[in-house]
């Protein structure tokens, strides 16, 4: 009887660096699938065994964002104080362009020939 043997890759058993790489590149916004790619791993795979260092990533990440944003606030970046009203209260300045014509009266359109 002739042995069977299995295809495929060999286990992954990712080591403790190669898990802090994954929390790293999940922290600035790397895509899960790049992260597979980078670590020569199929997708789901790199869940199976990671899905602790991806979420936990993502979250320092965000968290730093939002501390970083914090900062800027407080300093009174205008850009960081708009996007936070935007974001959390829907306020969003808008701004608006109307033509008209010589003090104020209709706009006269001429063609040149």
Not at 37 to 62: A, P, Y
Not at 88 to 93: D, F, S
């Amino acid at each position: 009887m002739a042995k069977t043997t299995k295809m495929g890759r060999p286990p992954w058993n990712p080591t403790a660096k190669q898990r802090e790489d994954i929390k790293k590149l999940a922290a600035i916004g790397t895509p899960e699938e790049y992260i597979a790619e980078i670590m020569d791993v199929n997708f789901e795979t790199l869940k199976k065994h990671c899905q602790t260092e991806l979420t936990k990533g993502k979250i320092e990440g965000g968290v730093r964002a939002l501390n970083s944003r914090a900062k800027q606030i407080d300093k009174g970046n205008m850009a960081a104080i708009k996007h936070y009203l935007a974001v959390t209260h829907g306020i969003i300045e808008r701004q608006s362009v109307e033509n008209t014509g010589e003090n104020g009266g209709p706009l006269i359109v001429k063609w040149m020939d």
